[in-house]
């Protein structure tokens, strides 16, 4: 099934040579180097969303009073393209990602973007930069849909009329350098990401530029990522930086549940989904830092990981905060975490079967 959209494709006269590209995909990082091709989409208040197309990738030419500038009106998602085993390149889970986009898309007062076009979006792109896909195992080409608001004034008491909507593509080494391993995380109680009512379950910029200070605090505390806790008491453990936890008691997984101001991640969700073919019993539900620490004194609490589309599964070995701090397990990765890690990327690069039909093929 396609979209209603008819995409105009502009190639890149310029495209990197084979041998630049093949540079960059040596050691890509995560974020830094860009495609050569980007999707552009514009709506227009009235007359719904026109001008579908694929041109070089290159800067944005915007008027100083831009909306998006001023009241911070966007938002995006993150999601992957990977090279499988056999040659194909397929994605995870794409419509979930565009079902999460519409309904930040309603938070933010902005446009929809029909499914089908999210997703055709995605296809063409990563067709046209095919080559740009990794072939080094565990690497993949993160993908960056998102809109803005583009209408120039100051004005403050509608939302804009008009808006644009893209997709850029950077291949992508592991998120975290070094490879996987542990990290330490700081508890912040100063700061808070979300408030109930707020924008928590959106992705959209403000909450990451909003979490800036308290990751540099955490940075300064010798740590590599803040932990957030809830609005009301400081006490309830929500997220991880920008990624969902999980808590390991044995063969049991518990996360803090979707009360609004967590992310719905969708590698959260597909943890949840098959954790029960891996023999574990996975549920929702919430954990104070008390618990968390107690649990781990008492060896109950076992293991403790971070996930999303960048950093996959990310164990926790050490936590510290302003009057107390203690490490998780041993500080080492975990068995159960290692084996979700190991499920989830293998349903992705295809050495193990989608038994959820999450993968869809792009070419």
């Known amino acids: 099934m396609t979209s209603q959209l008819s995409f105009d494709v502009q190639l890149n006269q310029q495209a990197r040579t084979a041998a630049e590209r093949e540079q960059v995909l040596a050691n890509p990082g995560f974020g830094q180097i860009f495609t050569d091709h980007m999707i552009s989409i514009d709506y227009t208040e009235g007359r719904g969303w026109h001008d579908a197309r694929l041109e070089p990738y290159g800067p944005l030419v915007l008027d100083p009073a831009t909306a998006v500038f001023h009241y911070a009106q966007e938002l995006f998602e993150g999601l992957k393209a990977y090279r499988q085993a056999n040659g194909s390149i397929v994605s995870f889970r794409p419509y979930a990602n565009a079902a999460r986009f519409n309904k930040s898309a309603l938070r933010m007062a902005m446009p929809e973007l ?78 808070t990401r979300a408030a109930p009512g707020g924008t928590g379950f959106a992705k959209c910029g403000g909450n990451y530029a909003a979490a800036f200070v308290a990751q540099r605090q955490a940075v300064e505390q010798g740590c590599d990522q803040v932990v957030w806790l809830d609005a009301n008491e400081h006490r309830y453990v929500e997220e991880m930086g920008g ?55 008492s060896g109950e609490l076992t293991e403790v990981f971070a996930c999303g589309t960048a950093a996959v599964v990310t164990p926790v070995g050490t936590v510290k905060g302003a009057d107390r701090s203690w490490t998780i397990g041993d500080g080492t990765p975990g068995t159960v975490t290692q084996k979700i890690r190991e499920e989830l990327m293998g349903i992705q690069f295809g050495s193990r079967p989608d038994s959820y039909n999450w993968i869809h093929k792009i070419c």
Request: glycine letters at 8%.
């Open 114 to 191: 029909p499914e089908e076009a999210f997703v055709e979006s995605l296809e063409l792109l990563v067709q046209t930069d095919k080559e740009w896909v990794p072939t080094t195992e565990g690497h993949s080409l993160y993908l960056r849909p998102f809109i803005i608001a583009t209408q120039v004034g100051l004005g403050v008491n509608y939302p804009s009329k008009t808006y644009r909507y893209m997709v850029i593509a950077s291949p992508a080494a592991s998120y975290f350098s070094g490879g996987v391993k542990p990290v330490s995380v700081w508890l912040s109680t100063e700061y």
């Open 243 to 297: 990624m969902n936890l999980f808590f390991v008691f044995g063969d049991r997984l518990l996360t803090p549940a979707l009360t609004g101001t967590l992310l719905p991640g969708v590698t959260r969700d597909s943890i949840l989904a098959f954790a029960a073919d891996l023999g574990l019993k996975a549920e929702e539900g919430r954990i104070s830092i008390e618990e968390w620490q107690a649990g781990c004194e």
